[in-house]
């Protein structure tokens, strides 16, 4: 069973003008569907027309399953899920759930088609502060991973995913401060690390893309 990934993702781009034409490229009709999202992986590294006898034999399957074989080699994830992208000034800002990971292919390809922006992606997998960090590309690519169950770790989940330690401590009917303890990290460590993530990710709501 696949786990989802919460991603933020900011284009950092020279102008407003500039930021709103990139926000326009990113949507399309998702593959296999019949809307358009403000975030599709399939305008971005569309799906090939055709399966090949070649890519059936790549992943020995038949090819509607070849499909699913090749947007995960190509993609990382499948299709964007509940994408919302706002704009604020210069920066186009993307909240969007991916498949076992985030989609780093398609990053570096928005970073292909763009090369005058920066992009800084945030992530953290539902697995509670594990598989959780950001990546990002610029003049080069970057992934700083965080340790899996480190206070850092806990703080980019508890951001990313909206939550908090305390409904953690309630739901398993224990004194915030023993749960800290269960978890094995420092509560003050903790709540350091999280004003700073929220401080760079931002919570202001920003005005939507005009259709």
Same mark, same amino acid.
Not at 42 to 47: E, F, M, Q
């Given at each position: 069973m696949?786990n989802?990934?919460k991603n933020k993702?900011?284009i950092?781009?020279d102008?407003e003008?500039?930021?709103i034409e990139v926000?326009?490229?990113?949507?399309?009709?998702?593959?296999e569907?019949e809307?358009?999202?403000?975030?599709c992986f399939? !305008?971005?590294?569309?799906?090939p027309?055709?399966?090949t006898?070649?890519m059936?034999?790549?992943?020995?399957? !038949?090819?509607v399953e070849?499909?699913?074989?090749? &947007?995960?080699d190509?993609?990382g994830?499948t299709?964007?899920?509940?994408?919302?992208?706002r704009?604020s +000034? !210069?920066?186009?800002?993307?909240?969007?759930?991916?498949?076992?990971?985030?989609?780093?292919n398609?990053l570096k390809?928005?970073a292909?088609?763009?090369?005058?922006c920066?992009l800084?992606?945030?992530?953290?997998?539902? %697995?509670?502060?594990y598989n959780? +960090?950001?990546?990002?590309?610029g %003049?080069? &690519?970057?992934?700083?991973?965080?340790?899996?169950g480190?206070?850092k770790?806990y703080?980019y989940?508890m951001?990313?995913w909206?939550?908090t330690m !305390?409904k953690?401590?309630n739901?398993e009917?224990?004194k915030?401060?023993?749960?800290y303890k269960m978890?094995g990290?420092d509560?003050k460590?903790?709540?350091?690390?999280?004003?700073?993530i929220k401080?760079?990710i +931002?919570?202001?709501?920003?005005?939507q893309i005009?259709?």
């Open positions: 696949a989802y990934i993702l900011i950092q781009s102008s003008k500039g930021a926000a326009e490229s990113l949507k399309g009709v998702i593959y569907g809307w358009e999202q403000d975030l399939n !305008k971005i590294i569309p799906v027309d055709n399966i006898d070649e059936m034999n790549k992943y020995n399957c !038949k090819a070849a499909v699913r074989y090749w &947007v995960t190509n993609w994830s299709e964007a899920i509940s994408p919302n992208v704009i +000034g !210069k920066n186009i800002i993307a909240d969007f759930e991916s498949t076992n990971k985030c989609p780093i398609i390809e928005i292909k088609q763009n090369p005058d920066n800084i992606c945030y992530y953290a997998d539902e %697995d509670r502060g959780c +960090g950001k990546w990002i590309l %003049d080069s &690519v970057t992934n700083e991973e965080v340790k899996g480190s206070a770790g703080a989940y951001a990313l909206n939550e !305390k953690w401590a739901e009917n224990m915030l401060s023993d749960y978890l990290i509560s460590e903790y709540n350091n690390e999280l004003k700073k401080n760079k +931002g919570r202001t709501e920003t005005r005009e259709r």
